[in-house]
Protein backbone atom coordinates (compact mmCIF):
# COMPACT_ATOMS: atom_id res chain seq x y z
CA UNK A 1 0.00 0.00 0.00
CA UNK A 2 1.88 3.02 -1.03
CA UNK A 3 0.72 6.26 -2.45
CA UNK A 4 -1.56 5.07 -5.31
CA UNK A 5 -3.34 3.36 -2.49
CA UNK A 6 -3.33 5.89 -0.14
CA UNK A 7 -4.98 7.87 -2.64
CA UNK A 8 -7.67 5.20 -3.81
CA UNK A 9 -8.13 5.15 0.49
CA UNK A 10 -8.81 9.38 0.34
CA UNK A 11 -10.73 9.00 -2.81
CA UNK A 12 -13.12 6.32 -1.51
CA UNK A 13 -13.54 8.26 1.86
CA UNK A 14 -14.38 11.26 -0.49
CA UNK A 15 -17.35 8.97 -1.86
CA UNK A 16 -18.69 7.65 0.95
CA UNK A 17 -18.30 11.03 3.05
CA UNK A 18 -18.83 13.32 0.38
CA UNK A 19 -21.70 11.75 -1.37
CA UNK A 20 -23.37 12.62 -4.61
CA UNK A 21 -23.30 16.06 -5.77
CA UNK A 22 -25.43 15.48 -8.80
CA UNK A 23 -29.15 14.02 -8.73
CA UNK A 24 -31.23 13.01 -11.07
CA UNK A 25 -34.22 13.25 -8.96
CA UNK A 26 -35.69 16.36 -7.65
CA UNK A 27 -38.42 14.47 -5.36
CA UNK A 28 -35.27 13.87 -2.87
CA UNK A 29 -34.79 17.77 -0.81
CA UNK A 30 -32.45 16.02 1.37
CA UNK A 31 -29.27 18.16 1.19
CA UNK A 32 -25.98 16.52 0.40
CA UNK A 33 -23.48 15.48 3.12
CA UNK A 34 -20.48 17.71 2.80
CA UNK A 35 -17.11 16.80 1.68
CA UNK A 36 -14.58 15.07 4.59
CA UNK A 37 -12.59 17.72 6.03
CA UNK A 38 -8.70 16.66 6.72
CA UNK A 39 -9.39 15.72 10.19
CA UNK A 40 -11.75 13.20 8.98
CA UNK A 41 -9.33 11.43 6.38
CA UNK A 42 -6.61 11.88 9.42
CA UNK A 43 -9.06 10.19 11.85
CA UNK A 44 -10.37 6.71 8.89
CA UNK A 45 -6.28 6.82 7.86
CA UNK A 46 -5.27 6.37 11.91
CA UNK A 47 -7.77 3.76 12.29
CA UNK A 48 -6.69 1.86 9.58
CA UNK A 49 -3.47 2.28 9.98
CA UNK A 50 -3.64 1.07 13.71
CA UNK A 51 -5.49 -1.55 13.10
CA UNK A 52 -3.98 -3.00 10.29
CA UNK A 53 -0.84 -2.69 12.46
CA UNK A 54 -2.49 -4.50 15.40
CA UNK A 55 -3.76 -7.12 13.16
CA UNK A 56 -0.32 -7.67 11.27
CA UNK A 57 1.79 -7.62 15.30
CA UNK A 58 -1.18 -10.17 16.93
CA UNK A 59 -1.05 -12.67 14.32
CA UNK A 60 2.58 -12.81 14.27
CA UNK A 61 3.05 -13.42 17.71
CA UNK A 62 0.09 -15.78 18.19
CA UNK A 63 1.94 -17.77 15.65
CA UNK A 64 5.30 -17.71 17.52
CA UNK A 65 3.73 -18.28 20.68
CA UNK A 66 1.71 -20.80 19.40
CA UNK A 67 5.17 -22.54 17.70
CA UNK A 68 7.65 -22.32 20.58
CA UNK A 69 6.04 -20.16 23.44
CA UNK A 70 7.60 -17.38 24.89
CA UNK A 71 11.18 -18.74 23.92
CA UNK A 72 9.93 -18.03 20.58
CA UNK A 73 7.96 -14.83 20.63
CA UNK A 74 10.89 -12.89 22.52
CA UNK A 75 13.26 -12.68 19.65
CA UNK A 76 10.73 -11.85 17.26
CA UNK A 77 9.55 -8.85 19.38
CA UNK A 78 13.01 -8.09 19.72
CA UNK A 79 14.11 -8.18 15.80
CA UNK A 80 10.96 -7.87 13.68
CA UNK A 81 8.07 -5.44 15.81
CA UNK A 82 9.88 -2.49 15.33
CA UNK A 83 10.88 -2.84 11.58
CA UNK A 84 7.27 -4.06 10.68
CA UNK A 85 5.84 -0.85 11.87
CA UNK A 86 8.64 1.38 10.28
CA UNK A 87 7.17 -0.65 7.24
CA UNK A 88 3.55 -0.55 7.65
CA UNK A 89 4.35 3.97 8.57
CA UNK A 90 6.39 3.87 5.47
CA UNK A 91 3.81 2.14 3.33
CA UNK A 92 1.26 5.29 4.05
CA UNK A 93 3.84 8.20 4.32
CA UNK A 94 3.40 8.49 8.28
CA UNK A 95 5.37 7.73 11.65
CA UNK A 96 4.12 4.58 13.26
CA UNK A 97 4.85 4.04 16.56
CA UNK A 98 3.90 2.00 19.49
CA UNK A 99 4.73 3.18 22.86
CA UNK A 100 3.36 3.00 26.83
CA UNK A 101 4.16 4.61 30.18
CA UNK A 102 5.73 1.50 31.10
CA UNK A 103 7.99 0.02 27.95
CA UNK A 104 9.61 -3.69 27.22
CA UNK A 105 12.19 -1.92 24.53
CA UNK A 106 13.99 1.25 25.23
CA UNK A 107 13.39 2.37 21.90
CA UNK A 108 9.90 2.41 22.71
CA UNK A 109 10.02 5.33 25.03
CA UNK A 110 6.95 8.07 24.26
CA UNK A 111 7.96 11.35 23.74
CA UNK A 112 6.12 13.77 25.54
CA UNK A 113 2.51 14.57 23.74
CA UNK A 114 2.57 10.89 23.76
CA UNK A 115 2.78 10.90 27.13
CA UNK A 116 0.02 13.13 27.70
CA UNK A 117 -2.23 11.25 25.86
CA UNK A 118 -1.04 7.82 27.60
CA UNK A 119 -2.17 10.03 31.10
CA UNK A 120 -5.41 11.36 29.51
CA UNK A 121 -6.61 7.64 28.93
CA UNK A 122 -5.39 6.29 31.59
CA UNK A 123 -7.57 8.60 33.76
CA UNK A 124 -10.08 8.03 31.52
CA UNK A 125 -10.01 4.48 31.85
CA UNK A 126 -10.21 5.15 35.80
CA UNK A 127 -13.14 7.22 35.85
CA UNK A 128 -14.79 4.53 33.76
CA UNK A 129 -15.00 6.20 30.83
CA UNK A 130 -14.79 4.78 27.13
CA UNK A 131 -11.58 5.05 25.94
CA UNK A 132 -11.66 6.54 22.07
CA UNK A 133 -9.23 7.96 19.71
CA UNK A 134 -7.26 11.55 19.58
CA UNK A 135 -6.55 14.10 17.34
CA UNK A 136 -3.74 16.88 18.17
CA UNK A 137 -2.72 19.37 16.62
CA UNK A 138 1.14 20.11 17.11
CA UNK A 139 3.21 22.67 15.88
CA UNK A 140 4.84 22.72 12.24
CA UNK A 141 1.89 21.43 10.57
CA UNK A 142 2.05 17.84 11.87
CA UNK A 143 -1.02 15.86 13.90
CA UNK A 144 -0.87 13.55 16.38
CA UNK A 145 -3.44 10.49 16.28
CA UNK A 146 -3.39 7.84 19.08
CA UNK A 147 -5.61 4.89 19.66
CA UNK A 148 -5.80 3.08 23.20
CA UNK A 149 -4.30 -0.90 23.33
CA UNK A 150 -5.98 -2.38 25.83
CA UNK A 151 -4.80 -6.29 27.34
CA UNK A 152 -6.19 -8.99 26.33
CA UNK A 153 -5.93 -12.25 27.34
CA UNK A 154 -3.45 -13.40 25.06
CA UNK A 155 -1.48 -10.27 26.14
CA UNK A 156 -1.28 -11.47 29.89
CA UNK A 157 1.52 -14.57 28.72
CA UNK A 158 4.45 -12.07 28.54
CA UNK A 159 2.74 -9.22 30.20
CA UNK A 160 0.77 -10.63 32.77
CA UNK A 161 1.55 -10.48 36.68
CA UNK A 162 4.31 -12.38 37.76
CA UNK A 163 4.42 -16.01 39.45
CA UNK A 164 0.39 -16.04 37.91
CA UNK A 165 -0.17 -15.04 34.58
CA UNK A 166 3.51 -14.67 33.49
CA UNK A 167 5.30 -17.84 34.51
CA UNK A 168 8.47 -17.01 36.58
CA UNK A 169 10.57 -18.98 34.30
CA UNK A 170 9.49 -16.63 31.36
CA UNK A 171 10.02 -13.65 33.01
CA UNK A 172 13.36 -14.62 33.82
CA UNK A 173 14.26 -14.89 29.79
CA UNK A 174 12.62 -11.74 29.45
CA UNK A 175 15.00 -9.87 31.65
CA UNK A 176 18.07 -11.54 30.11
CA UNK A 177 16.77 -9.82 26.90
CA UNK A 178 15.46 -6.63 28.27
CA UNK A 179 17.00 -5.98 31.74
CA UNK A 180 15.36 -2.40 31.93
CA UNK A 181 11.87 -4.14 31.40
CA UNK A 182 8.59 -2.51 33.30
CA UNK A 183 6.07 -3.93 31.03
CA UNK A 184 4.72 -6.26 33.19
CA UNK A 185 2.08 -6.77 36.13
CA UNK A 186 -0.94 -6.35 33.89
CA UNK A 187 -4.26 -7.28 33.68
CA UNK A 188 -6.86 -8.16 31.43
CA UNK A 189 -8.93 -4.90 30.17
CA UNK A 190 -5.81 -2.97 31.95
CA UNK A 191 -4.20 0.16 28.93
CA UNK A 192 -1.12 -1.48 28.07
CA UNK A 193 0.14 1.60 25.84
CA UNK A 194 -1.11 3.30 22.68
CA UNK A 195 -0.61 3.71 18.88
CA UNK A 196 0.70 6.79 17.54
CA UNK A 197 0.42 8.38 13.82
CA UNK A 198 2.11 11.40 13.37
CA UNK A 199 0.40 13.27 10.20
CA UNK A 200 2.27 15.95 7.93
CA UNK A 201 -0.85 18.51 6.76
CA UNK A 202 0.75 19.38 3.68
CA UNK A 203 0.99 15.68 2.75
CA UNK A 204 -2.63 14.71 3.81
CA UNK A 205 -3.72 18.03 1.84
CA UNK A 206 -2.18 16.66 -1.31
CA UNK A 207 -3.09 13.77 -1.44
CA UNK A 208 -6.86 14.92 -1.04
CA UNK A 209 -6.66 17.36 -3.65
CA UNK A 210 -4.81 14.87 -5.88
CA UNK A 211 -8.26 12.37 -4.93
CA UNK A 212 -10.59 14.89 -6.10
CA UNK A 213 -12.86 13.99 -9.28
CA UNK A 214 -12.09 16.34 -11.91
CA UNK A 215 -15.09 18.22 -12.24
Known sequence: MKKDTFLFVLAVLSISLGGCQNTS?????????????????????????????????????????????????????NHAALPLTDSIGGQFGIELRRTALRVRNPANQPNEFEKQHLRKYQTMLTRGDSLVPQLEALAGGQFLYTRPIMVQGMCTTCHGEVGNTLKAADYALLQKQYPTDSAVNFKVGDLRGIWSVTFDLEKVQAAMAAAQPNL
Do not use: H, N
Open 25 to 77: STEDSTPPESAPTVVDVMFEQGETITQSAQLTLGRALKQALQEGGIKEAIPYC
